[in-house]
C-alpha cells in the first residue's frame, strides 16, 4: 500500500504531515512521489487565505478522476478546514478527519471510507479515546531540520483569523517531551530545529522538576532549555505575537547563542483603528517601539558576548533580521489608513514581509464585516508595499557582500546548492550534492532582493 501528502501552509502544517507519514508507514504504507501510484492520497489544507482553500478544490476534483479510473484509491483530507468548506467537501473526499484525531487514524482506515468527522465530533473522540496527536513521532521530511511543535491552537481570536475555530484552544505541550522530540532530531542529523506555535509567547508548562525555582516554564524559559540541549545547531521559532513579547524572551534570544539572528513578527497594519478592528491588543507605536527595543538589546547582548570578535561566518551576528505579516485592503482600511501602514513599513525598514490581500475566512468575526476595499485597489496597496520592500530587503542583503557566512545547504540543483543562512537568507553557490544537510562556509558575491548568491570556501 502506497500513500501520498500533499501538503499546504505553514511549518504547523508541514509538521503535521510528518507526523501522518510516521503513523503511515507505522501500519505498512510506503511513500510514493507519484500520485497516481498511491492507494491513500492525503491533503493536508490550509484555510488562512481562500486561494488555498479554492486550491484543494480544484484538486479535489482531479482526484476524483483518478479515482473515477483506479477505484481503490482512498482520499483523505484533513489540516485547517472551516465548518463550511467541512460540510463542502465530504462530497470530494472518502474521509475528512481532524488532525487531532490522527492516533485512531489506522482504525478509521480500515472502514471503507464516507467516514467524516466534524469539529463537534472530534472533541467527543478526543475524551473517548484521550489521543494526543503531537505524541506521534514525526518522519522529518529533511533529516537536518526538525520542526518542533511546542503547542497547538491558539485563544487569540485576531478577527481575521480562522486559526482558533480550525484548530481549537491553545494546548502546549509538556517541555519535557518537547525537549525529547528535539533530542531524538539531533540524534537523527538535525541542524536547524524550529520551534512552532501559532502564538509561541503563550507557551506555558508546569515543572516536575524540583531544582526549577519557578515552576512555570514560560517560552523564554523553554528556548533557554532548548538552547542548553547538547550538539551544534541552530535554534529558531515562529510565530510570536507583539501584544507579549517580553523583555526576559528578548534577552534569552540575544542571550542563546544557538538562536540565529533572525525574527518573524507580525505587523499586519500600521494603523491603530484597523488593529482594533484586527483585535491584536497592540498600537502601532507599542509595535514600533518593540522592534527597537529587540534590535537595541540584541546588538548589545551578542556584542558583550563576542567581545573578541565573531565566529568565522557569523558576520553581523548582532544585527537581528526581523521580518513580518501583514494584510491589506482588511475590511473598512481607508486610504489614510493604509498610509499608516506605509509610513510605519518605511519606518521599521523590514528585512523581508510576507503581505497578503484580506479575503473574509468562514466563521471568523471579520466575515460579518463589509470586505469593502475593492479587488484593485487591495491589489494596488500590495504593489506599493512590495516595491519598498524589495529596495530595503536589498540594502539589507548588501551588507553580506564580500562576507563569509554560514549557510545550511538544504536542497542540490542543476549543480548549485541552495540553503539558509543565520539571518534566514536564500544562499545560492555552486557545489556538490553530498553537501545537502550540511553546514558550509560561503562568501557572499552578489545581493539581490530576495537572496544571495556566493562562492563555497572549500575547507
Ligand atoms: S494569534 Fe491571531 S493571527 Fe495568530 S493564530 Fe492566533 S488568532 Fe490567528
Known amino acids: 500500500m502506497k500513500y501520498f501528502i500533499i501538503t499546504f501552509g505553514c511549518q504547523m502544517n508541514k509538521s503535521d504531515s510528518e507526523r501522518i507519514a510516521f503513523l503511515l508507514e507505522r501500519i505498512g504504507y510506503k511513500k510514493t512521489p507519484n500520485e497516481r501510484e498511491a492507494d491513500l492520497i492525503v491533503i493536508n489544507m490550509c ?131 518537547i525537549l525529547e522530540e528535539i533530542r531524538d532530531a539531533l540524534k537523527n542529523g538535525a ?29 523564554a524559559k523553554l528556548l533557554k532549555m532548548v538552547n542548553d540541549v547538547p550538539g551544534n545547531f541552530w535554534l529558531r521559532f515562529t510565530s510570536p505575537h507583539p501584544k507579549n513579547f517580553s523583555e526576559k524572551l528578548i534577552e534569552t534570544m540575544a542571550k542563546c547563542e544557538k538562536f540565529t539572528p533572525y525574527l518573524n513578527l507580525p505587523l499586519q497594519s500600521g494603523d491603530d483603528e484597523v488593529l482594533k478592528r484586527m483585535r491584536r491588543n497592540y498600537t502601532a507605536k507599542e509595535y514600533k517601539n518593540l522592534v527597537k527595543k529587540i534590535r537595541r538589546v540584541f546588538k548589545k547582548i551578542r556584542k558583550s ?28 482600511e481607508t486610504k489614510k489608513q493604509f498610509q499608516n501602514t506605509l509610513k510605519l513599513f518605511k519606518e521599521i525598514k523590514f528585512d523581508m514581509a510576507y503581505i497578503a490581500q484580506y ?59 541552495i540553503g539558509k543562512s543565520r539571518h534566514h537568507k536564500s544562499v545560492k553557490f555552486e557545489g556538490k550534492e553530498n553537501l545537502v544537510g550540511n553546514f558550509v562556509l560561503v562568501k557572499i558575491e552578489r545581493a539581490f532582493p530576495w537572496g544571495l548568491k556566493g562562492k563555497l570556501i572549500e575547507k
Open 47 to 177: 484555510s488562512v487565505r481562500q486561494s488555498a482553500v479554492d486550491r484543494v478544490y480544484g484538486l479535489a476534483k482531479k482526484f476524483t478522476q483518478i479515482k473515477n479510473q483506479k477505484s481503490k484509491v482512498k482520499t483523505l483530507l484533513t489540516g485547517c478546514i472551516s465548518k463550511k468548506d467541512f460540510l463542502r467537501f465530504q462530497k470530494f473526499f472518502d474521509y475528512v478527519l481532524p488532525i487531532k484525531t490522527l492516533k485512531i487514524w489506522p482504525e478509521i482506515l480500515k472502514k471503507k471510507g464516507g467516514y467524516y468527522l466534524s469539529n463537534q465530533r472530534e472533541k467527543e473522540f478526543l475524551e473517548k479515546f484521550k489521543c494526543d496527536y503531537l505524541k506521534i513521532k514525526p518522519k522529518h521530511e529533511k533529516n537536518f531540520s526538525a520542526f518542533v511543535p511546542i503547542s497547538s491552537g491558539c485563544d487569540n481570536f485576531c478577527s481575521y483569523c480562522v486559526v482558533p475555530y480550525t484548530r481549537g484552544s491553545l494546548i502546549c505541550r509538556p517541555h519535557e517531551e
Open 191 to 219: 541542524k536547524e530545529i524550529w520551534l512552532l506555535g501559532q502564538n509561541v509567547n503563550d507557551y506555558h508548562s508546569n515543572s516536575k522538576l524540583k531544582s526549577q525555582k519557578s515552576k512555570v516554564i514560560n517560552f
Open 305 to 332: 558576548i563576542y567581545k573578541k570578535g565573531f565566529p568565522e561566518g557569523f558576520a553581523l551576528e548582532d544585527t537581528i533580521s526581523i521580518s513580518t505579516d501583514i494584510i491589506v485592503g482588511f475590511c473598512g
Open 359 to 417: 479575503s473574509p475566512r468562514p466563521g471568523t468575526l471579520a466575515e460579518k464585516f463589509e470586505d469593502d476595499v475593492p479587488k484593485d485597489e487591495k491589489e494596488r496597496r500590495w504593489k506599493l508595499l512590495q516595491k519598498i520592500l524589495q529596495k530595503f530587503a536589498l540594502s539589507f542583503n548588501k551588507k553580506f557582500l564580500g562576507k563569509k557566512i554560514l549557510v545550511l545547504a538544504e536542497e542540490f540543483k542543476d549543480g548549485f546548492l
